[in-house]
């Protein structure tokens, strides 16, 4: 079992930038696969990003790809997602999740374990 624990949001300007971090306990670390996801007021919870236990492979939404970077450090436990060039409609909750199996990395059902999320407001 993994605790997953995110930090890093905030309210930003349209255009701005914020690097989210999720810092794991627990099992060994590189036992998981790491996905982010987010979650707007009245929407399903979707993909973002994730990366392989060895940081060696990475996926992304269409709509971040180009802005976002998923990225992975295995001796200080803990994945982050860098956020530029941020717009309205990225705002949402956040979150950080642990997957061991070799299901679709962009299904939320297909990870194991969950973060408690972080609120990312982007301004206008």
């Known amino acids: 079992q993994v605790q997953l624990v995110e930090s890093g949001g905030g309210l930003v300007q349209a255009g701005g930038s914020l690097r989210l971090s999720c810092a794991a306990s627990?099992?060994?670390?590189?036992?998981?696969?790491m996905g982010w996801f987010r979650q707007a007021p009245g929407k399903e919870r979707e993909f973002v990003a994730a990366v392989s236990w060895s940081g060696s492979i990475t996926y992304y939404s269409d709509s971040v790809k180009g802005r976002f970077t998923i990225s992975r450090d295995n001796a200080k436990n803990t994945v982050y997602l860098q956020m530029n060039s941020l717009k309205p409609e990225d705002t949402a909750v956040y979150y950080c999740a642990a997957k061991t199996g070799a299901g679709s990395w962009s299904f939320p059902r297909e990870y194991d374990y969950w973060g408690q999320g972080t609120q990312v407001t982007v301004s206008s």
């Open positions: 627990g099992r060994t670390f590189t036992s998981y696969n």
